[in-house]
């Protein structure tokens, strides 16, 4: 007998064998008596009930065995796994070399529900080898996959997952699902691989893109609402054991419309046509920092960076906020006001009515609930901030002349508000240099406000002033016979005042009047005086 006839009779001989045992095997396995010892040892050592209505071989997507509606749960009935049918591939050599690990894993519709979330630590397959399973295996194919999470009220649907070994310590993946969240849904497509590195870790790297998503879904009714507003993101993932998780991408956010609730239910509406963010951030060790993150839309540019410590109950968050540059209308836009007292909103922003803003720093230190008790003296250093002011203009209720052209240097910290280096002017009228200290601005009835001040002042554009808003009552009313002041003062006053005050004190300061021409009710002639020098002690006497 040729050598050639001896193959052909040997590799005959070989089919018939394996062909026959696979009927054997298909025989054994499809028997009930089996499967059912089968799946109860399998629960056994995973230690979830496992059942299937059949398991038997199959030639659909070639050599494999197929389970059907094959369901999992575990003893506390923490999810139900269902997958009507289930396919284990094999390759034809690597069966006659007796290795069964199957060449692809395909799962046809399956769903999971998971009624709640478990930290018990209860036994079961071991968590941690789970992903190291699937990497052993060539593919794994999950096709039309449905995930309900009940506690957070999230579906996911069309999920489609496939996964392939591009090399012996590499696997490529490739995720599509759709997921639900409050009667809105948006797509979400992930690409990326799976790898061990020089030290034999795994790495996951992935690259993310998520369309349409409604950020009406986020309601964190504590500190923020979104009423509005659609994301689109962009962004890349690179995950280690040792390394934490890094990424960084960008989203834009069209015609965002959301809350912000502050202090005593406080709350502020915040409006764009659309918002950019580029972001940079990691996480490791239960620390979440993002560095930096840039927000911008029409008239804005901010630079973020931050950080959120989570190893403790309540998160520490670490916030540096700067712009080089912003016109007074944006800032009073954005600004945080609820988490301030009302009256900065209320009275303070309404009478500044135009004006540039620079080199913008704003810092937050703080736990949520300190955030919404920034009044409490333990929390007054949360917040701090500065900035530099140029050409501002205020315009307070029942003022005849603007405050225009108005420079200085803004210093919020430990809950006083700081002006400095202020120059201004008032019609004809030049503020030369002032200092304004308001201390305690978290209540009205303690506020307390310190002045210097050194300028020159026609006494009409300061006479026509009386009667704004912000004027103490006691002082109108102790000038109201005046008929007419007139004059040049050449000033320098220092003064304090609180809101419980019904005058000013004034220390240390000094005037020299010129020109002066006086009428006044209880003089029937007007009074004129050429030159006056005028000043109060430090004890208050004049």
Request: hydrophobic letters at 40%; proline letters at 5%; glycine letters at 4%.
């Amino acid at each position: 007998m040729s050598r050639k006839k001896e193959l052909i009779i040997t590799a005959c001989i070989l089919l018939f064998c394996f062909f026959s045992l696979l009927i054997v095997a298909g025989i054994i396995i499809s028997r009930p008596s089996f499967q059912s010892r089968l799946l109860a040892e399998l629960s056994k050592k995973v230690g979830y009930n496992i059942r299937a209505s059949s398991i038997k071989i199959s030639l659909q997507h070639g050599i494999g065995i197929k389970i059907q509606k094959l369901y999992v749960q575990p003893k506390k009935k923490e999810f139900i796994f269902f997958c009507p049918k289930l396919f284990l591939n094999y390759k034809f050599s690597e069966l006659i070399k007796g290795k069964l690990i199957p060449e692809a894993v395909i799962l046809e519709s399956p769903s999971l529900e998971i009624e709640k979330i478990s930290s018990s630590g209860e036994k079961g397959f071991p968590k941690e080898k789970l992903l190291l399973v699937i990497t052993q295996l060539p593919s794994v194919d999950i096709k039309d996959a449905a995930i309900s999470i009940k506690p957070y009220e999230v579906r996911i649907k069309n999920t489609n997952l496939y996964v392939r070994r591009v090399s012996k310590k590499a696997i490529a993946v490739d995720l599509n699902l759709n997921v639900s969240l409050k009667n809105a849904s948006f797509p979400v497509n992930a690409k990326g691989d799976l790898y061990a590195d020089e030290s034999g870790e795994l790495v996951a790297r992935f690259d993310t893109e998520l369309k349409a998503f409604p950020l009406s879904c986020i309601k964190e009714e504590d500190i923020i609402v979104f009423l509005n507003g659609t994301a689109f993101a962009k962004f890349s993932l690179h995950a280690s054991v040792s390394k934490g998780i890094k990424t960084s991408g960008n989203i834009r956010i069209e015609k965002p419309d959301f809350l912000l609730i502050g202090t005593d239910s406080q709350k502020k509406e915040y409006k764009f046509p659309y918002l950019t963010v580029q972001f940079k951030g990691n996480y490791r060790k239960k620390e979440l920092l993002f560095q930096p993150v840039i927000i911008a839309s029409k008239g804005l540019n901010l630079n973020i960076n931050s950080k959120l410590n989570l190893s403790k109950s309540s998160p520490l968050i670490s916030l540096k906020v700067t712009s080089s540059q912003m016109n007074i209308a944006m800032f009073k836009k954005i600004f945080p006001s609820c988490l301030l007292p009302a009256w900065l909103e209320k009275r303070l922003f309404p009478i500044i009515k135009k004006g540039e803003l620079k080199e913008i720093r704003f810092s937050l230190n703080g736990t949520p609930a300190q955030l919404k008790h920034l009044d409490d003296p333990a929390n007054r250093d949360v917040l701090s901030g500065s900035l530099l002011m140029d050409k501002l203009l205020l315009l307070p209720k029942g003022a005849r002349f603007p405050l225009s052209d108005i420079k200085g240097k803004l210093i919020f910290k430990s809950g006083n508000l700081f002006i400095k280096e202020i120059n201004a002017k008032l019609s004809s009228s030049q503020i030369k240099k002032a200092d304004l200290l308001i201390k305690n601005i978290y209540f009205d009835s303690s506020r307390h406000y310190q002045l210097f001040l050194k300028g020159r002042f026609d006494l009409k554009d300061l006479m026509a002033q009386l009667h704004m808003e912000f004027t103490p009552p006691a002082l109108l009313k102790a000038v109201k016979d005046f008929k007419e002041v007139a004059g040049i003062m050449d000033a320098t006053v220092v003064c304090e005042y609180r809101e419980s005050w019904k005058m000013p004190v004034f220390k240390n300061s000094s005037a020299h009047l010129s020109d002066i021409r006086i009428a006044y009710n209880k003089i029937p002639e007007p009074l004129f005086i050429k030159r006056c020098d005028f000043w109060i002690d430090t004890n208050g006497n004049f």
